[in-house]
Structure formats: structure tokens, C-alpha cells
């Protein structure tokens, strides 16, 4: 199961409180696109919200990290750093902020 942190306007849409876990099922590994798909899948609320509902890229003031490194731009298809996989460390999605 990985572990996901969402940010707390998403976990309000999402009706879930801490952390959620989701699992990856399937051939092949668990990748950024693979963990998004599992996530909008059981929260279909939130289709639209983290990336683009026609393209799938990520919305411009959206975030992701994950051991302590930006993934943000990464390729959705590379595999997700094993500790995530293994749920020793969180995916989070943040929503970043603008404006000065």
C-alpha cells in the first residue's frame, strides 16, 4: 500500500481525515500516472482536481513529493522511489501557493 498526503481542501472533497492508502495493482510498477489513476479511481471526486481530466498532466499550482524530493516534473511513467512503494515514506500532493 502506498501512502498518499493530500492536501486538506482535496481531503475535505475526498470526505477522509490523515493519510490514505492505496494500492497499485497490476503488472509492471507502480509509477506517479499509475498511483493518480488508483487514487481518482476510488475517490472519483477528485477527477480534475490533481491533473487535467483531458490531458492528465498536473495542474500548474499542484505539487508532488516524495523522500524528501520534488517530483513535480518527473516523467508520470518512470517507477515511484522504492520507499514510497514499500510505505515507508509518504506521496504527497501539495498545493502550492502563488502570489508575494
Do not use: W
Not at 15 to 33: D, N, S, Y
Not at 55 to 64: D, K
Amino acid at each position: 500500500m502506498i501512502r498518499v498526503v493530500l492536501p486538506a481542501h482535496l481531503k475535505t472533497l475526498a470526505r477522509v481525515t490523515g493519510e490514505v492508502r492505496i494500492e497499485v495493482a497490476g503488472p509492471g510498477p507502480a509509477t506517479q500516472r499509475r498511483l493518480l489513476d488508483a487514487i481518482e479511481a476510488r475517490y472519483p471526486m477528485l477527477l480534475g482536481t490533481i491533473r487535467d481530466r483531458h490531458s492528465g498532466e498536473r495542474r500548474a499550482f499542484v505539487r508532488f513529493y516524495a523522500c524528501e524530493e520534488d517530483l513535480s516534473n518527473a516523467a508520470p511513467d518512470i517507477p515511484l522511489p522504492e520507499r514510497v512503494v514499500a510505505g515507508e515514506e509518504p506521496f504527497i500532493v501539495l498545493g502550492a501557493m502563488a502570489g508575494g
